[in-house]
C-alpha cells in the first residue's frame, strides 16, 4: 500500500473523478487507474465504481477511506511537526468554529498567531459539534471550538473548556410575544432549531424541560447561522435561540429582538474538541494557546465587572 494511492482515494472523493484527481496531483489517468487497480488486487476487494457520471466507493472503498484518511492525515501532521521542530514554521492547521467563537476570540488568536508563524497556513470552515465529530475522527480537521452541549462526547475525543457562551432567545419585532418574561408563555409557539438535537440548538429543550414544560414545537431546522436571523426576522411567528454576540452582530439586528425570558437558559461550554490520540502539532497547539489566551482575558474581564 503507497501513501500516495491513499492520497489519490481521498481526493477522488472530494473530486468525484480519476481524471480530475490524476491532474490535480500530476499523474496520467492510466497511471493512477493503473496505482488504484493494484491496491484492490492486494485487498482482493473491489474499491470504486466507474461510470458515466464519475466513480462512486464501494462498500470495500468506503470501509478503506476511512482508514486512508486518518493515514494521510497522520503523515501531514507527522511533516508538519518535524519542520516545525527544526525550526520551520510551514504546514497548515485545519479547524472548525463555531460563529459565537468566530465573532468573538478567533480574530484576535489568529492575528497574534500570524504574526507570529506567517508562513504556517490556517484552514478554517464552519461546524458545530456533534457534526464535526467524523471530519475529526479522521484526522481531516485538527480540531474544532464548539460548543459541546452536554457531557455525551464520543470516547475517542476530548473536549477543554474555555468559556462558557450566553445564549438568548430571539424572534422578530412584530411578534406577539417578543416582550413575553417566561418560558410558559412560550409552550405554543413554533421553534426554528440551529443544531439536531445533541447540539446547541437542544438549550431550549433542556430549558423546556427544566421548567417542567411540554417540548417545545420545533417546526424548522436551520442549520446556517447566516440564514437563521434572516429567517426569523422576517416572520412574525418564528422563535429561536442563538448566541447573544451572533444577535449583536447580525445584519438584521433592527428587525429582531431578544425576548427578556427571566427564566435561566443553560449556558453551554465552547470547547476546543480533538481526538485524544492523535498528537496536535506545535503550530496547532500554539494557535490553541493563544486561543486560550483570549478565554481568560474574556473571563478576567467578566471577573472584574
Known sequence: MRLPTMQALVLIEELGSIRATAQAMNFTQPALTAAIQQLEAELKA?????????????????????????????????QDEIAQLRGHWE?????????AIGLGLLPQALRQFTLQHPNVKVHCRDGLYPNIAPVIRDGTLDFALTPVHRVDLESDLVAEPLYSSQVVIVSGVSHPLSRATRLKQLQD?????????????????????????????????????????????????????????????????????????????????????????????????????????????????????
Not at 51 to 68: E, P
Not at 282 to 304: N, V
Request: hydrophobic share 45%; proline share 9%; with cysteine.
Open 46 to 78: 473491489p474499491l470504486l465504481v466507474r461510470s458515466r457520471t464519475g466513480v462512486t466507493f464501494t462498500n470495500f472503498g468506503q470501509a478503506f477511506l476511512r482508514h486512508a484518511k486518518l493515514i494521510v492525515a497522520q503523515s501531514r501532521r507527522a
Open 91 to 99: 504546514g497548515t492547521v485545519r479547524m472548525a468554529v463555531s460563529p
Open 189 to 305: 409557539c413554533d421553534w426554528v432549531m440551529s443544531s439536531p438535537s445533541r447540539g446547541p440548538g437542544a438549550i431550549i429543550e433542556e430549558a423546556f424541560q427544566k421548567s417542567g414544560l411540554p417540548a417545545p414545537k420545533v417546526k424548522m431546522l436551520c442549520e446556517s447561522f447566516l440564514a437563521l436571523p434572516a429567517v426569523v426576522a422576517a416572520s412574525d411567528h418564528w422563535m429561536t435561540t442563538m448566541p447573544r454576540i451572533l444577535f449583536e452582530n447580525s445584519p438584521f439586528k433592527e428587525q429582531l429582538c431578544i425576548v427578556p425570558i427571566q427564566d435561566e437558559l443553560p449556558s453551554p461550554l465552547i470547547c476546543t474538541v480533538r481526538r485524544h490520540d492523535l498528537p496536535l502539532t506545535p503550530a496547532a497547539m500554539q494557535l490553541i494557546g493563544w486561543i486560550q489566551h483570549y478565554a481568560l482575558k474574556r473571563l478576567d474581564k467578566k471577573a472584574s465587572k
